[in-house]
């Protein structure tokens, strides 16, 4: 047989040979990706509205869209460990992700505050602009570094309420020795107008009213503190909240277990948080306005705003505390509170022109269609 007689037949039978195992005789095997199973803590209560019910849409999404290479299932708060002991399960590797709010680990760094609330501080969307687009998730980064943990952004849910009260507030004399629940450097805020200051997780708050443990109570929202029942145990409702403007809530990673994972599912956990920021901050927006009536027409609760007196009471002891960070806190604390500063000034001016500008004017005197 000559030489090129016999490579057209070799080269035919390997042919013959693939379509053979393509028709399903000896498929290729298929590369196997590895299965993980990641444990998420939170500091809700379980199927929590608003919050808890955020921390499994998360938990859903990065399973799905990791299909299935990545599993992550939830434990509420208490199921693994208590509530305020989320952060330190995923430094220590009991859990490897938290869901949660990072103000509440300001006994580790003061620095942690700013990517939560601060009081007279940034809205749902500047806090977002900061974080994605002015170097604040890099500050963010250096300062959980330590800690070995990995952030993201998790949730909001804007504007929150001022806070649950037995009495009305006649005058700042009011609050000279109140009971107060409120976490991050709002306590300090409201300490600095004669308040006792008090932190507790959210599934605590309602015994510690009816108690008489604290005497008032702030937390989220309609949509939460309807579920809550604080409207049992106290009828005044006060807004704004002028301490938690535009609350975020985070994804906290063991920064090894994020470190194992491939760069696609590093993306997925990723994009996942910051689809589920957008989706809580809708949701928030969507249900408190309902559950605000429910409150009002159907449970007698009595909506106030603040005085005049206090919030500006409540703006001075904030500027106080704030510069007080700058001047004396940790070198990152430092670093952190001056970018948000900077971000805070360019941002405020801008939403003043834009945000501030159009809800005035739409609360002109005129009418428009209504449902």
Known sequence: MKRRDFMKTAAATTATAGAIAGAGSFPAPAVAQEKREL????????NFPGLGTSAERLAKRITEMSEGTLTVRVFAAGELVPALESIDAVISGTADMSHSAAYYWQGKTKALNFFTGVPYGFTASEISAWIRYMGGQELWDEVYDDFGVKPFMSGQTG??????????LTSLDDLKGL????????????????????????????QALQSGRIDAAEFVGPLTDLALGFYKVAQNYYWPSFNEPGLATELAVNKSVYSSLTKGQQEIIRTASEAEYDNMYAE??????????????EHGVKVHEFSRELLIAGGKAAAEVIEELRAEGDEKTKKVVESYLQARQKLVGWSKV?????LSARLLPFDYARP
Do not use: C, H
């Open 39 to 46: 444990k998420m803590v939170t500091t809700w209560p379980k």
């Open 179 to 206: 009971k107060f629940r409120t976490p991050g450097l709002a306590g300090e805020v409201w300490r600095r107008l004669g308040v006792s200051v008090i932190n507790l997780p959210g599934g605590e708050i309602y």
């Open 284 to 297: 928030f927006n969507a249900r408190n306005a309902d559950s605000l009536k429910t409150l009002t027409e």
């Open 159 to 168: 504007v929150q309420a001022g806070g649950w009260f037995r009495n009305e």
């Open 354 to 358: 834009a945000d501030g500008a159009y």
